[in-house]
């Protein structure tokens, strides 16, 4: 049975294949993903690599920046908080 450790690393590896799917389908680099929601490239690579969540501010940039909810993009929106 998963505990809710195991759980959130899924959710986190999850959320970064999402980022990563949306962004290369926007044809954008690490670094202009970056830059549209206000981070540095290596924290859209710890996105991607599923070794950090976004906060729910840039939850809400990625949903303006690559479409969709907040939620998509956030463990909150996948009831992990």
Request: charged residues 25%.
């Amino acid at each position: 049975m998963l505990n809710l450790r195991s759980m959130a690393s899924i959710v986190k590896s999850e959320l970064g294949d999402l980022i990563k799917g949306k962004r290369l389908r926007h044809g954008w680099t690490q670094r202009e993903l970056a830059d549209r929601v206000g981070v540095t490239r290596q924290m859209v690579g710890m996105w991607e690599q599923g070794q950090h969540g976004p906060s729910m501010a840039r939850a809400k940039l990625l949903a303006k920046r690559l479409g969709g909810s907040w939620r998509d993009y956030h463990a909150n929106g996948h009831g992990l908080l």
